[in-house]
């Protein structure tokens, strides 16, 4: 696939089923042109595993600039709602991040909504490293203890930088609204709703989530600041960086599926099928940069939420992305168990009548 001037669009490692749809040369063209980077000034265009939603490209600059540009699916593609705009998302997570301090972050480069005729798409700078999960296996613990510690500080000021509203910049599932409680409940009956729509078999069914959700949801009235929150901190999206022994954070990337709301949102996702209490190293770090790490029973309540959230997304997610049967398999016996772990934390669910 040509990317202009003989430039060849090259492919990296194989990347997960049912990832990104293709983006043409002449598309990639376009975009770099329109973000002021005619072909003449790119070297090379590498499409990048991973993506299984945007489209991922590496673009090398003449001037030694390493850049990532991102690419959505058409706008007829199926999706889950959340999904719609969440380009957006990640321009407001990069930025807001920025103001941390000290946080590593890509720089937007450019920004295209699509108004322009070339977009939307993302370009941004590439933060150095490599994903924690793929040398994950190599690090000793000591090693390991000192990097989740990196990571707390940093999430906790991540969490300093507070939005306008709560909710997804893009307002896709809803408006931007002044209170946590109805932001959250409604992203996820829109995953509930997507659930119903996508045919998904979840472990019980969804007018029962959605009313031990409903259930619980008073204590998300406790949060009344919203807060920058990533909301996809597992390994593969922290970058490491430097010798073994010796390694320090990167980057952190892929903000795309951040929105505006509670802190505790993102132990769900940096301690992926665990629990954030069990990771002293990471809550000292945490509590090191400001954050807050005293979780009395309405806080565990929360983090119960934000996993149900999670793994209810992981769920459906596979049905719109059309991913093979076996994996589809693969993600429902390893993600069903804490979805219902985490639904049981949750307590008992109110009889009566709820909509599916």
């Not at 706008?75 to 991040?97: M, Q």
Request: aromatic residues 6%.
């Amino acid at each position: 696939m040509a990317c202009g001037g003989g430039l060849s669009v090259r492919t990296g490692r194989v990347r997960r089923p049912g990832g990104a749809v293709s983006v043409s040369g002449d598309a990639i063209r376009g975009m770099l042109a329109a973000a002021g980077l005619p072909a003449g000034q790119v070297v090379r265009c590498e499409r990048l595993p991973g993506g299984t939603y945007n489209s991922v490209h590496r673009i090398t600059a003449a001037d030694g600039r390493e850049l990532v540009l991102k690419v959505p699916p058409p706008a007829t593609a199926p999706c889950l709602r959340y999904e719609r705009g969440i380009l957006r998302g990640e321009a407001v997570f990069h930025r807001a991040a920025a103001d941390a301090g000290g946080v590593p972050v890509p720089e937007v480069v450019h920004e295209d909504r699509g108004g322009a005729g070339a977009g939307p798409f993302l370009l941004m700078s590439a933060c150095p490293g490599t994903p924690w999960d793929a040398v994950a296996e190599t690090l000793e613990d000591g090693e390991r203890s000192r990097l989740r510690g990196e990571l707390g500080r940093l999430v906790a000021r991540l969490h300093t930088v507070t939005g306008p509203a709560f909710g997804y910049p893009a307002e896709s599932v809803a408006p931007l609204a002044p209170a946590w409680r109805p932001a959250f409940t409604a992203m996820l009956d829109a995953v509930l709703d997507d659930a119903v729509r996508y045919g998904v078999r979840l472990p019980r069914p969804a007018a029962l989530i959605r009313r031990r959700v409903h259930a619980a949801s008073p204590v998300l009235e406790e949060v009344t600041v919203p807060a920058l929150v990533h909301f996809d901190l597992w390994q593969g999206n922290v970058l490491l960086t430097g010798a073994p022994g010796a390694r320090t954070i990167g980057g952190i990337i892929d903000g795309e599926r951040m929105f505006w709301g509670d802190p505790l949102a993102d132990f769900a996702s940096s301690a992926l099928f665990g629990d954030i209490e069990d990771d002293p190293a990471f809550l000292a770090g945490y509590a090191s940069g400001g954050g807050r790490t005293g979780f009395d029973a309405a806080a565990r309540t929360r983090m119960a939420l934000y996993r149900c959230y999670l793994y209810l997304i992981m769920l459906v997610e596979v049905e719109p992305r059309r991913y093979p049967a076996g994996h589809r398999a693969w993600v429902r016996r390893h993600v069903t168990p804490h979805l219902e772990a985490a639904l049981d934390a949750l307590g008992p669910a109110p009889s009566g009548p709820a909509r599916a």
